[in-house]
């Protein structure tokens, strides 16, 4: 587990507030943290398929939508990426996004086992698989950093700051 809300020390959290958790509190948002990556793992392993499916339907000359593992990761600052091996890699925390946003990463990343740069190219087969991909690109800019277990919590009505 990568989780991290250390009991009594403030944690990085978008709203410029500090957040001090509980012994109790930290393990139950470690429990939940593991449930949204299961969720996340499923939802993110049906859309590749959903997306390979279509890719494939639109006959695109080169193009190639093979890949060999497909890992759900808690990364800081990215939220998906393509190795040259063809290892997929997502953060957990798009489950907390906007499907279509979810949908965008995970097209993104298909169209790198094609082009492994951010060619020209690359962005006009993103755009033939998902046109509107620039508003979710700009939202995942915008937003982005609100993806996180506790703002999530926190828009659902659950306080997880009992001991602030
Ligand atoms: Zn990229």
Request: net charge negative.
């Given at each position: 587990m990568s989780i991290d809300y250390p009991t009594g020390v403030h944690t990085c959290c978008p709203a410029s507030s500090v957040i001090y958790l509980t012994e109790a509190e930290t393990k139950r948002l470690q429990v939940l943290e593991r449930r949204y990556r299961e969720k996340a793992r499923l939802q993110i392993t049906t859309r590749v398929q959903y997306y390979i499916a279509q890719m494939q339907q639109m006959?695109?000359?080169?193009?190639c939508t093979s890949f060999s593992t497909l890992s759900i990761r808690d990364q800081k600052s990215r939220w998906g990426s393509c190795s040259s091996r063809g290892t997929l890699s997502f953060n957990y925390r798009l489950i907390f996004a906007p499907s279509r946003v979810l949908d965008y990463v995970v097209v993104h990343e298909l169209c790198h086992l094609t082009h492994?740069?951010?060619?020209k190219d690359f962005w006009s087969l993103v755009a033939r698989v998902m046109p509107d991909y620039k508003q979710q690109k700009h939202w995942l800019r915008d937003?982005?950093?609100?993806?996180?277990l506790p703002e999530y919590l926190r828009r659902q009505g659950i306080d997880i700051t009992l001991d602030e």
């Open positions: 006959h695109i000359e080169g193009i492994m740069n951010h060619s937003h982005g950093q609100e993806l996180n």
